[in-house]
């Protein structure tokens, strides 16, 4: 199955939510900075992604964006600027657990 890379961003509102969302993303990628990780998923992934976040939020108050950047092995670090401290990024395929 094709990997994609997806950039995670949210913005949830309740200290408690906030900390379940942060588990919810380090279980699927890799933090770029608080509210920001790379997630490197199949098609299954995804569903489940959006299943766990759709679990933790509050939809009327807490905002969760996922961003399509294309197939991991053509959106490589190359594709990622950064200004000041560069955060790692994985090269290709994150293992979700």
């Excluded at 900075?33 to 998923?41: A, G, H, K, N, R």
């Excluded at 992934?45 to 959006?50: I, K």
């Excluded at 679990?55 to 092995?73: F, K, M, P, R, Y």
Aim: with cysteine.
């Amino acid at each position: 199955m094709t990997r994609r890379r997806y950039l995670l961003m949210y913005d949830v509102s309740e200290g408690k939510r906030l900390r379940r969302m942060r588990e919810v993303a380090t279980a699927f990628g890799y933090p770029l900075q608080y509210s920001v990780f790379v997630c490197d998923l199949d098609a299954q992934e995804l569903v489940r992604l959006r299943w766990a976040i759709s679990d933790e939020i509050n939809h009327d108050l807490d905002s969760v964006a996922i961003v399509d950047l294309g197939e991991v092995n053509r959106v490589g670090v190359r594709n990622f600027s950064f200004i000041g401290r560069r955060p790692s990024l994985p090269p290709g395929g994150a293992t979700v657990v």
